[in-house]
Nanobody, 122 residues
């Protein structure tokens, strides 16, 4: 499966963005989808994940209550709604596909796209 992220941009603190993750080349409904962030020279860090069953979602403590992850298996897409953005949320965001394991660990994912830049100004 191959994934492509989109929807990033430059916003001010307190504003919102909606990131999208489009899948091709596989059966989307067979994969858990995770969102991660990465700064230059740093490891990819977990943000949120949605399981194959979309009723199961997981979040990093830093985004709980502000971000919402979802998926649409009919459209082969996943989304990350980011509300009340803070300057500390600035990073490149990636989505990945996983067949199982620890959904908060980047090494269980593959099919990463090129990422989408999110920049939050104060």
């Amino acid at each position: 499966v191959n994934l492509v992220e989109s929807g990033g941009g430059l916003v001010q603190a307190g504003e919102s963005l909606r990131l999208s993750c489009a899948a091709s080349g596989g059966i989307f409904g067979n994969y858990h989808i995770g969102w991660f962030r990465q700064a230059p020279g740093k490891r990819r860090a977990f943000v949120a994940a949605v399981a194959i069953d979309p009723n199961y979602t997981y979040y990093a403590d830093s985004v709980k209550g502000r971000f919402t992850v979802s998926r649409d298996n009919m459209k082969n897409t996943a989304s990350l709604e980011m509300d009340d953005l803070k300057p500390g949320d600035t990073d490149v965001y990636y989505c990945g596909a996983s067949e199982g394991g620890d959904l908060m660990a980047a090494h269980f994912y593959y099919g990463w796209g090129q990422g989408t830049q999110v920049t939050v100004s104060s």
